[in-house]
């Protein structure tokens, strides 16, 4: 594997992280959200059975469906958190992968980490130069077929 691939994977698992995270959030406020309905609706329920208000066969569903709802968030959440966890776990394996690749690379140069960062800039140099190129020709073919047009 080359370093930019490594470097592609590893950008992939930080991103994953990345998502992975804001799902585990939005799933922590739906729980805190679930769990407030739940509280509301065993208040209204307790005003009902304390005899403050006639009963109400709603009250017992609405009771029952935010029981359900808030076992279902917390049950969301724990998934999320195993996703957080597994894709901490692939970011630290392609940093790892990265730094293989880094490694590979010094050794088949015979450099140590200064060398490899010149042997980096240098190479990018020579691709950047590559692009200049073929960007100066593309145009110039443009520019040719627009005045001869066929």
């Given amino acids: 594997m080359t370093v930019a691939e490594a470097r592609e994977r590893e950008a992939a698992a930080q991103r994953e992280l990345e998502a992975a995270i804001i799902a585990r959030d939005a799933l922590r406020l739906s729980i805190e959200v679930t769990e407030r309905d739940l509280s509301r609706a065993l208040a209204a329920r307790k005003r009902v059975v304390g005899g403050v208000m006639p009963p109400d066969p709603a009250s017992r569903i609405s009771v029952s ?86």
Wanted: proline letters at 2%; one cysteine or more.
């Fill in 65 to 150: 469906a935010a029981r359900d709802a808030a076992a279902t968030a917390r049950a969301r959440f724990k998934k999320a958190e195993e996703r957080v966890r597994a894709a901490e776990h692939a970011l630290a394996a392609a940093k790892r992968q990265t730094d293989e690749s880094r490694q590979a690379v010094m050794d088949r140069l015979g450099v140590d980490s200064s060398g490899y960062v010149r042997v980096m800039l240098a190479e990018a140099r020579e691709h950047e130069q590559r692009a200049a190129a073929a960007r100066a020709e593309a145009l110039a073919a443009m520019r040719s077929t627009r005045a001869c047009p066929p």
